[in-house]
C-alpha cells in the first residue's frame, strides 16, 4: 500500500495526509477480535490526540502500514478492553510479574488478560497530571515511581473495566508496584498474592541444595522451580474456577502462541538491532517488546501486525534504506523510559537503540515445550530480569560492549524507583569500559532544554 512511499519517521499531520491514500477496504480488512462490526481499529494517530493521548502531536511515527496497525491498535487497547467485557469475555488483571500469568490465564475461553501496570505510560502520552495528582490525593509520595498511576485509575475506573479477576506478583519483584498493588487491595479489590523467589546463586548463599541454570545460565535452587510451579497451579485453580474450564492441551496450547510471539519479537529485534541501518525506530520497537508481556489484549491480531513488521523490516533491510541515517550512534537503553518522547530525542540527536534491557526478559524467552507445561513456565520465570544480580540483568548490555556492537548506555532513571535508586550507580560501575548516561525522566511536560542538552553532548562525546 505505502510500498513506494521511502521510509522515514513522519509527524501527525503527514500521517494524516498519508492514510487518505488508503481505501475503505484496506481500513477494513484489519480488526480484533475478528470483529467486522466494531473491531476496526486503523485510524490516523492524530484520531488519539484528539482522545487525549497530547503528545503525540510531539513525537514522530515511522511511516509504513506495519506501524499504523502497530499504533492503531495499541493505543485501541482501553476501548477493546471495554468491548471485550461488552461482548461478556472475563478481563484478567495479571499485575507485577510482566510476562507469565497472561500464559496461564489466556489457556481459559474467553479470558482477556492486561497489565494495569502499563498505565505507567498514561500520563506522559496524555501530558496530564490528572492521575498522578490523584494518586498523591490517595496517599502514594510524590517522590515514588510513575507507577503509582495504576492506582489513581483503579480509582476513577475509567481506563479499563473493573477486572472479573486479579493476580499480583510480589516478593522478588518491583517494590514500588508491591506497596500500589496492597493499595488497590485496600481499596476493596480482591488479590490474589503469588510470590516470586529471588534468583539467589551458591556462592552468595551456603546452603547445601541441588542449583540448576536458566536459558541464559543464570543459576537457581532447583526447588524454586516446584515453589513457582505451586504458585501457578493456583492461578490455575483460580480460573478453573472462574470459568469452570480445566484443560492443560490448552495451557500448551497458549505456551505454544506465546512462543510463536516470543520468537518473532527475537527476530524483529535482532533484524533491526543488526542492521547496517536502522530499518525501525526506538519507539515502536519499544512497543513490540512490551507486546510480548500479553499481545496487547487480542495475541492473535498481535501475532498478525508483527508479521507484518518483520515484512516490513525485511523489505527495507533488502533495499539497504532505514528510517535513520546511518552514521547513527548505536547506543544500548537500560530500563523503559516513562515518557516516550525521550527515544525520540535521542534518535533526533543522532542516536540509535541497538541493545536494550527493558526489566522484560522473563517476556523474552522461549517456554520448553517438551516438559511439563507448568514447569516450562517456571523454569522460563527464572530468567527474570528483577529476580537477581545487577550483574546478571545487564548480562545482554554487557556483551553488545564487549562485542562493541554498543559504544554508549542511557540508563533512563525514574524518580522514586527503588531499584534505580540502587542500581544505577552499580550498573555504572559493572560498564565502566563505555561511557554511560543516566538521566532522570522529568514528570509529564518536564522535558527541559538542559536534559536534550545533556543528550546532544553525551551524543557529541561518542560521535
Ligand atoms: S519503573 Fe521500576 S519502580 Fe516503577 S514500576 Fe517499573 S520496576 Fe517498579
Known amino acids: 500500500m505505502f510500498e513506494n512511499i521511502a521510509p522515514q519517521k ?43 493521548a497530547r503528545e503525540l502531536k510531539k513525537l514522530k511515527f515511522d511511516n509504513s502500514l506495519s506501524a499504523l496497525r502497530l499504533w492503531g491498535f495499541a493505543f485501541n487497547e482501553s476501548e477493546r478492553l471495554f468491548r471485550a467485557r461488552q461482548s461478556g469475555k472475563h478481563i484478567v488483571a495479571a499485575m507485577g510479574d510482566l510476562g507469565t500469568v497472561p500464559v496461564i490465564t489466556m489457556s481459559f475461553p474467553e479470558c482477556v488478560p492486561f497489565y494495569p501496570d502499563c498505565t505507567w505510560w498514561t500520563p506522559f502520552f496524555n501530558e496530564s497530571t490528572v492521575l498522578l495528582d490523584k494518586a498523591s490525593e490517595l496517599g502514594t509520595p510524590e517522590g515514588s515511581c510513575f507507577v503509582r498511576s495504576t492506582l489513581a485509575a483503579f480509582h476513577k475506573m475509567a481506563y479499563f473495566p473493573k477486572p472479573d479477576i486479579l493476580f499480583a506478583s510480589t516478593g522478588a519483584s518491583c517494590d514500588d508496584y508491591s506497596c500500589i498493588m496492597q493499595m488497590v487491595e485496600d481499596m ?14 551458591r556462592k552468595d548463599y551456603h ?27 493456583r492461578v490455575w485453580h ?9 484443560d492443560t492441551e490448552r495451557l500448551k496450547q497458549s505456551i505454544n502462541k506465546n512462543n510463536r510471539l516470543r520468537r518473532l519479537t527475537h527476530e524483529i529485534r535482532e533484524l533491526t538491532h543488526n542492521a547496517n541501518i536502522a530499518p525501525y525506530p ?29 515484512e516490513t523490516i525485511l523489505g527495507r533491510i533488502e533495499k539497504g534504506l532505514g528510517v535513520l541515517r546511518p552514521d547513527a550512534i548505536p547506543l544500548a537503553w537500560v530500563t523503559p523510559t516513562a515518557d516516550p518522547l525521550l527515544l525520540n530525542i535521542v534518535e533526533d540527536l543522532g542516536g540509535r537503540v541497538v541493545a536494550t534491557e527493558y526489566v522484560i526478559n522473563q517476556a523474552l524467552v522461549e517456554i520448553d515445550e517438551e516438559i511439563d507445561p507448568f514447569v516450562a ?7 527474570a530480569s528483577m529476580i537477581g544480580s545487577t550483574e546478571e540483568r545487564i548480562r ?7 562485542s562493541g556492537k554498543v559504544a554508549g548506555v542511557i540508563i533512563s532513571n525514574m524518580l522514586g524507583c527503588s531499584h534505580c535508586a540502587m542500581e544505577t550507580r552499580l550498573i555504572e560501575e559493572k560498564l565502566k569500559r563505555v561511557p554511560v548516561l543516566a538521566i532522570d ?12 542538552t545533556r543528550i546532544a553532548a553525551f551524543l557529541e562525546m561518542l560521535r
Do not use: C
Open 207 to 233: 546452603v547445601e541444595e541441588r542449583y540448576t541454570k536458566t536459558a541464559h545460565g543464570f543459576e537457581y535452587p532447583e526447588r524454586f522451580e516446584t515453589y513457582l510451579v505451586d504458585e501457578y497451579k
Open 10 to 52: 513522519i509527524d501527525l499531520r503527514q500521517w494524516s495526509t498519508q492514510f487518505r491514500l488508503l481505501e475503505d477496504t484496506d481500513i477494513k480488512q484489519f480488526k480484533y477480535y475478528g470483529n467486522d462490526e466494531w473491531g476496526v481499529y486503523l485510524s490516523p494517530p492524530a484520531t488519539f490526540m484528539v482522545y487525549g
Open 238 to 246: 483460580k480460573m478453573k474456577q472462574l470459568t469452570g474450564t480445566d
Open 377 to 383: 513456565l517456571a523454569r522460563s520465570f527464572m530468567d
Open 282 to 310: 526506538g519507539l515502536e520497537m519499544m512497543v513490540i517488546e512490551f507486546g510480548n508481556l500479553y499481545g496487547y489484549a487480542d495475541i492473535d491480531e498481535w501475532l498478525n501486525i508483527l508479521s507484518m513488521v518483520k
Open 188 to 201: 476493596g479489590y480482591e488479590l490474589n498474592w503469588l510470590e516470586i523467589p529471588y534468583r539467589r546463586h
Open 441 to 452: 525522566v522529568p514528570g509529564p511536560l518536564g522535558i527541559t532544554e538542559q536534559l536534550r
Open 396 to 402: 545482554n548490555i554487557t556483551t553488545g560492549v564487549d
